[in-house]
């Protein structure tokens, strides 16, 4: 009589045990559908844009100004140390160059024509340039680089000139640039035969392009460089 209670106290316990395990593998299943379903649904968030630079005719993807406006870009250079969070990438640089003074480039692929470029020096993030559909620049204490769609970086020393004004630059072009604000330049790239071929707006950010070959920087200080 003993023995009968005992097996069946044990296969009462059994039981109860493998119902505990079924209902917490429900609730495990339950938890893990909500939180696919809500990434699914959270992902995407659109990141706002603002006027920077239109290329030449002729100078890549991005249409001239006379065809289509002036494409909008996010931020183009940020003179502080931390990165902008926009962007997943790559969590590694695909490519490190160095710069005139020395320093190193640490270029990040981010997405198609998207590109972010680390100054660092010492260890030490100095600046970042973005891409995203148009180029960078930045004039870090008369050091101008230039970041490309396709993730090239260029750099040079000195050659600026003070707006507003009009003034020759290299690759034959010419740059006629007005103020418009406090840290806000605008630069007309001109042509051989006069007509505009491009536009900088330097609003409270340097901003670069690539003129078919000849790179140039308008910082929102009214500074304009460019460099073959």
């Known amino acids: 009589m003993t023995t009968r209670r005992t097996r069946r ?5 059994r039981s109860a045990a493998l119902v505990a395990v079924a209902a917490a593998a429900a609730l495990s299943l339950t938890a893990c559908q909500g939180g696919a379903k809500d990434a699914a649904t959270g992902s995407g968030k659109k990141v706002s ?12 993807d991005a249409p001239s100004n006379a065809e289509a406006g002036v494409p909008t870009s996010t931020a183009t250079a940020h003179h502080s140390g931390t990165a902008p969070a926009s962007g997943t ?9 160095t710069l005139v003074d020395g ?4 270029i990040y692929e981010l997405g198609t024509q998207h590109y972010r470029a680390k100054i660092v020096h010492g260890g ?48 034959g072009w010419t740059a006629k640039v007005t103020k418009l604000g406090d840290d ?3 630069a007309q790239i001109l042509g051989n035969d006069g007509a505009v071929d491009g536009t900088l707006d330097a609003n409270q950010h340097d901003v670069g392009l690539d003129a078919n070959g000849v790179y140039v920087v308008l910082s929102f200080g009214g500074v304009i460089s460019a460099h073959m």
């Open 89 to 97: 990438g790559k969590a590694s640089p695909v490519r490190t160059r």
């Open 49 to 60: 844009s603002s006027p920077a630079a239109s290329r030449p005719a002729g100078s890549g």
């Open 9 to 13: 106290t044990a296969r009462t316990a």
């Open 103 to 106: 320093s190193k480039a640490e």
């Open 124 to 171: 030490e993030v100095l600046a970042t340039l973005e891409t995203n559909q148009h180029d960078a620049g930045l004039d870090a204490n008369d050091m101008f680089v230039v970041l490309t769609l396709d993730g090239q970086v260029h750099s040079w020393m000195g050659g600026g000139h003070q707006a507003p004004g009009t003034f020759k630059l290299a690759g």
């Open 184 to 186: 806000r330049y605008r």
